[in-house]
């Protein structure tokens, strides 16, 4: 089976009734850009620049940060790559920053981390800033915030990064093309001001792992909850739909990024609700490749109205039994 998910990498993520959904991995370091060309993924839908810092036993330099970015963008040639700024802070606390000064946080994960500690301490957001576009310069820049739960937080952050960028053109340097600024939806609270936020940006990307966390009010790592709530509860499904449908009418293209769209089943029941675009683990390309290839786009979306209309059915089940029955 694992030969035979590598022999899809070439070929096209597209349903049998021609509706083509955009696979892209998952990164975070440079080892992990070899998986783009293993896997033939349509580019990289999540970079998670927080990873070279967890990893440096000091605050890496601007230079080294420009460096990275200008190796991914290379790596990826054609293909897109959306930069996330840093997710630091919380249970991702890093030694060389002094992370103490609001004392220990009872829920880190709700804690003073990602866009709130970028805001406040923003010499860190700036210097990111400047290592992206100059990194980017010639290309187009895909810039992603995560935990965005007011839309002033992303204007303040874009606003940042505009700076930057005026304040690199007034000395002459080369500039990206174009920059691109993305709202990772994964507090729940935003989606009640999409209508405020979808015109302010170029595309939005729905973290399902921390997504699910704040909707269950359940800790994404606790092992006596791993179990309890499922990817595939009305709840979740609902709640996606909802975003994408807003989404589309605003015509801002959506992505799945979170562990979710990774899973075949859950994969198939995404593209039921309207996503066309997932940003996965790159072992996962291969198998969602074959699961794509052999659903019925039109078929997967009227089970999917179907199933939510009636939200006490067991979605697994039904999902389940639909997918064995066209050997999905
Ligand atoms: C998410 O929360 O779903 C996500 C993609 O980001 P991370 O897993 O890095 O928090
Ligand atoms: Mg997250």
Redesign the pocket.
Same mark, same amino acid.
């Given at each position: 089976r694992r030969a035979a998910f590598a022999q899809l990498k070439n070929e096209v993520p597209v349903t049998r009734d021609g509706q083509r959904v955009t696979v892209m991995v #998952?990164a975070g370091l440079r080892d992990d850009l070899a998986a783009l060309d293993l896997t033939g993924a349509d580019g990289i839908g999540?970079f998670?620049t927080e990873f070279q810092f967890l990893v440096s036993a000091t605050l890496p330099q601007r230079e080294a940060q420009r460096r990275l970015y200008k190796d991914v963008l290379d790596a990826a040639g054609d293909r897109p790559v959306v930069f996330r700024t840093v997710?630091i802070g919380g249970d991702k606390a890093l030694p060389y920053l002094n992370h103490d000064e609001e004392g220990d946080e009872e829920n880190p994960a709700m804690g003073w981390r990602a866009l709130r500690l970028a805001l406040d301490r923003d010499g860190l957001m700036k210097a990111q800033a400047r290592a992206l576009i100059e990194a980017a310069a010639g290309r187009t820049l895909n810039v992603m915030f995560?935990m965005v739960s007011e839309p002033w937080e992303f204007d303040e952050a874009r606003a940042l990064f505009e700076a930057q960028r005026s304040w690199l053109s007034a000395r002459g340097k080369k500039l990206p093309i174009e920059i691109r600024y993305g709202a990772?939806l &994964?507090v729940p609270a935003l989606a009640e001001v999409l209508d405020v936020l979808l015109p302010e940006i170029d595309f939005l990307s729905i !973290?399902? #792992?921390?997504?699910t966390q704040f909707l269950f009010a359940a800790d994404r790592a606790h092992p006596k909850l791993a179990l309890r709530y499922d990817w595939l509860s009305p709840s979740i499904l609902r709640f996606i739909r909802r975003v994408v449908e807003q989404a589309d009418a605003a015509g801002v293209p959506v992505t799945v990024? !979170? &562990?979710m769209g990774g899973r075949p089943l859950e994969a198939m029941a995404l593209i039921g609700l309207g996503i066309r675009r997932l940003s996965i683990t790159p072992a996962a390309v291969g198998p969602i490749k074959a699961m794509v290839r052999s659903l019925d786009h039109q078929g997967v979306r009227a089970l999917v109205t179907t199933l939510l209309a009636e939200p006490r059915t067991p979605m697994r089940d039904a999902l389940t039994a639909w997918a064995a029955e066209r050997s999905i």
């Open positions: #998952n999540l998670r997710d995560p990772m &994964e !973290g399902t #792992n921390d997504l990024c !979170g &562990e």
